[in-house]
């Protein structure tokens, strides 16, 4: 089993940067893929990044790519997503998500960014 709390969302003006993190515990192999994925209204989800659990391969999105950075926190056992250049199509439910198996299985309650024009 493994439990995802995500944190660090709000409303910022557009430009502005917002720092997600994603509290892990549980099961967790270094090999594990974790992500970060959005759904914002009416719209389905969405992947936004991911990386491995050791915290290595980060990959993007073409609509972040440039503005979001993933990372590990050993210290801390989370993964965060550092939101730069914020736009508001960016206005989202914010997700962390783990591996169960071969797919995404266990997900955070999510965490709301909005961002005003």
């Known amino acids: 089993q493994v439990q995802l709390v995500e944190s660090g969302g709000g409303l910022v003006q557009a430009g502005g940067s917002l720092r997600l993190s994603c509290a892990v515990s549980g099961r967790t192999f270094s090999s594990d893929v974790m992500g970060w994925f959005r759904q914002a209204p009416g719209k389905e989800r969405e992947f936004v990044a991911r990386i491995t659990w050791r915290g290595e391969s980060p990959s993007y999105a073409d609509s972040v790519k440039g503005r979001f950075t993933i990372s590990r926190d050993n210290a801390k056992n989370t993964i965060d997503l550092q939101m730069n250049s914020l736009k508001p199509e960016d206005t989202a439910v914010y997700y962390c998500?783990?591996?169960?198996?071969?797919?995404?299985?266990?997900w955070g309650p999510g965490t709301q960014v909005t961002v005003s024009s």
């Open positions: 998500a783990a591996p169960r198996g071969s797919v995404f299985g266990y």
